[in-house]
Each structure stands twice: as C-alpha cells, then as structure tokens.
C-alpha cells in the first residue's frame, strides 16, 4: 500500500458518480476533499490507526489458488492542513505475516513449492505520505455511490513502474523488470455519518483485494505464478483496538510505528525497495 495512495487520491476525477441526495458540500472541491479526509483521517490533525487482515493466495498455472498465507497490518496517520486549503497525509504503516492456519506472527517461513525455509521480511513503510492539493486550485471530485444508508466509495488502481529488484541483481528474488500489480478498495461509512458535519472523522470500514509478484523474500524468482490477496480493515478508535501481539511485536521491534510521523518528508518507502535497502547493507 504505496504508490497506490496516489493513484487513490486522484482517480476520483475520472470515475466519480454523483449521489442522489447529498449535503450541499459534496457538489465543491472543497466539501469534497472535506469528506474524504473525514472517512481516511480526521480534520483536527489527530492520529487515526486503520488496519486490515488479510489471507494470501498462491496462484500457479493451471492449479486452484492456494491459501498460504495470513497477514495484519495497519497505518497511523495524521492529516495537516495546508495554509491553501489542502492537505498533507503523513503516515507509516507495517504488515505482519501471519501463519496461515493458526493466525500467528512468524519470522520464518516454509515455502510450500520449493521446501526452503526462509526468513520473513515484514513490511514496514516509512513514511507513506501524499500531499492533497489545494481544493482552491484543483477540482477534487471522488467516486461517492449511495446505497441508502450506506455510501461506499469504488477504486481500482493498476501499478506498473521499473522493479526496484532488477533480475540481473537479484535473480532469486526478482519477478521481472518491471513490478506488475493492483490494488482494489471498497471503502463504506453510515450516509448519516458522512452528512453529519459535526463529526471530524467518520467510522469508514473497507475491503481490499491485490495481486501482484511473489514477494522477494519467497525466493521464487523466474518461477510462474502470482499472490492474491483478500482482506478487510476499518478505522480504528484507539491503538489499543490493534491485536495485543501485534502491539507487542510492534513495540518490541519497530516502535517508532506507534505513531505517525512527526513532518512530510520524501520520497515515500516501499516493500520492494525496502528489500533492496535490506540486501545492500548486509553486504556492507
């Protein structure tokens, strides 16, 4: 969950569909970006949690796809509003891998296609941010739809960029030289939340779908095949709403993630370019 954010922010504009019945706000850029930092953050700057939970699916030619994989995760945020208008979403986020059949937090892994046993790289995106823009100088429009009582917000975003992990250096880890994937969200709040403009931020709950390459640390490189992934999350009231293992992992290995970063910085960190990092120092 990277690059994607930017897609995310601004493929609204291309597919938008108007509600039926909505507050006055949502037909201006500026209720717009209004209403959309309230169901991802909160307007007063307070750092809001969103996790998801997932299984991950092998896919093979020719064979049924095949659970192998669980993960939790979740991003702590902050949205600072801008002199002009916008909006600068600073975050980090981390994904841990989970055994797929108990649920447990691993560090190894048993590749059930080549019996290696390899260790985990968890994910850990620092920072993810995003600057919003000016609702002032470009016309925010998302794709809101109104079901009734609920009013879900569609988006599909394909990637496709130069593979930080090139085959000629990382053969085992590599799936090409171009990263191939896409990220697929259904966001959902209460309408009556959403019109409420008493409320800063609104409960949102959302699924989320992926496919993309084998991960680098599968050591499945030039093999066919791919993951998906199939997975829930929601915004969370509290740090403490986050599983009591995951807060302990957290804490215990990668506590700088308790909370959003404290300024917008660039560029943003990725899974595979993390991996990248990784490898490089061990080499050191």
Known sequence: MKKMYMALALLGAAVAAPLAAVASDLSTSEGQLEAYVR???DLTGKEVVVDWQATIFAVLPGEKARPILKTYGFNISRMEKQPDGGYHWISRE????????????IDKWTNPYTGEVVDVVQVTNDPVNFKFPSPKTYKHQFPWLQHGAVTSMLMDVPLMYPNPLQPEAFPQQSTGATYLASEHFGFFVNTRDLMDDKLTS?????????????????????KPGYLIYSGAGSKLD?????????RDYT?????????APAEYVTPNMTSWLFYKQLKQAEKK
């Open 39 to 41: 169901m991802r953050g």
């Open 94 to 105: 981390v994904s841990y891998y989970q055994d797929v059949k108990t649920g447990k937090l």
């Open 202 to 222: 609104v409960p949102t709950h959302y699924n989320w779908f992926r496919s993309g390459p084998w991960l680098p640390w599968m050591n499945m490189g030039g």
């Open 238 to 246: 509290k740090w403490e709403d986050v599983p009591a293992d995951v």
């Open 251 to 259: 804490m215990q290995h990668h506590p700088l993630y308790r909370h």
